[in-house]
C-alpha cells in the first residue's frame, strides 16, 4: 500500500517537496488555492542563484546540488531555467571574511571562482563602481527565471504521480482541512510561506517581509547582451540581476524596503536611498526611469534560517519553511532532504527547529 502524504503550499519549497515524494513512490496530493507560479515569492521574474554562504558549508553545499538539480529539471521540462551569467558577490571595504570563507568552501568542493581586489572589479565588469572592497566572482552562478522553475516544477510533480488541487486548507488540530473537509494522509507537509504566522500564531519566529523591485531600462555597460553578472552588494545591501528579460536591469534593496503589507500598492518612484545607491554604485543606471514594478515577499525567521520540524505533539505533521530571502535557489534539493528527513534517513539541523 502507498504512502500517502499532503503538501499544502505549491510555492517552490511546497513543489520541491512533493516532487521528491513523488519521486519515492508517495501518492502525493498538493492543495494550494493558487496555481503553480501565479501568487506569491515565488511567482517573480527571476531569482540568484549563488553558492556563496561566506563560512556556512551546509548551504554552499546545499546549493550546489540544487545547481545540478535544477540543470537536471531542465533536461526533463525541455525548458531553459537557469542563466549562467555568474554572480559578483561586492564585500564591504573593511571586511573580506565572508567572501574569503566563501572562496575557501569552493575550493574544497571544486566550485570555480574568482577573487577580486577592489580595484581590479570596474576593470573586469564595466558598470560597478568599486567601494574599497573584496568581491567574489562565481562564473558558474547564474539567474534562474522563477516562474518558469515553478511550472517546471509542478509539471514533473504531476507526471511523477503527484495530484494538484486547486482548493484552501487550514489546520484543525492535527487535522488538515481542505476547503472545509478533512483530509488525512500517512504524512502532511505545510509549506505555506508567509501565511505560515497566520495558520500557525505563536508556532514560529517567521514574519512576512515585503520588498519592491525595480526594473530599469538598460544602457551603456548594462545593456542587454553585454555580459553583466547578477551581483549581491553586502557593502551597500542591495542586490540585482541583469537585463535577461524584457524589463530591464532588476535592482533590489536587500531589505525591507517599503512597510506595509505585500498587497499594497508598489511607489511609483524608486525611493532616494536606492537612487543615492545607484549613483555611488552603478552610475550609468542613476537616472534611469522606472520600467517596472514589482512586489515580492518572503518569509523571514529570526535567525534567517529555513524551517525543518515536527509540529508539535504530531509526528506525522511537518512545517517546512522560512526561506528568508534565500531559499528559492535551493528548491530541489531541500526538497530532497526534506523527504530524507520525514522518511527518517537525515536529522534535521537544530538551527531549524520552530523554537
Known sequence: MNRTALVVGAGVFGLSVARALALRSWSVRVVDPNAPGTQGPSSAETRILRCAHGADAWYTELARRATTAWRALERESGRRLLLPTGVLTLGPPDDDTWERAAAAHFDRLGIPADVLAAGAIGRRFPGFEPSGGTALFEPEAGVLLARQAVTALAESAAEHGAELLRATARPDGGTALVDGEPCRADLTVWAVGTALPALFPGLTTVRPVRQDSWYLPPKGPWAAGTGRPAWLDRAHGCYGIPAVGAHGVKVVPDVETHPGAPADPV??????????????????????????????????????HFLLDRHPGRGDVWIVGGDSGHGFKHGPAWGEFVCDVVEGRRTAPRRFALR
Open 267 to 304: 511607489p511609483a518612484e524608486i525611493p532616494e536611498a536606492l537612487r543615492t545607491y545607484l549613483r555611488a554604485r552603478l552610475p550609468d543606471l542613476a537616472g534611469s526611469p522606472v520600467a517596472r514594478r514589482e512586489v515580492c515577499s518572503y518569509a523571514l525567521t529570526a535567525d534567517e
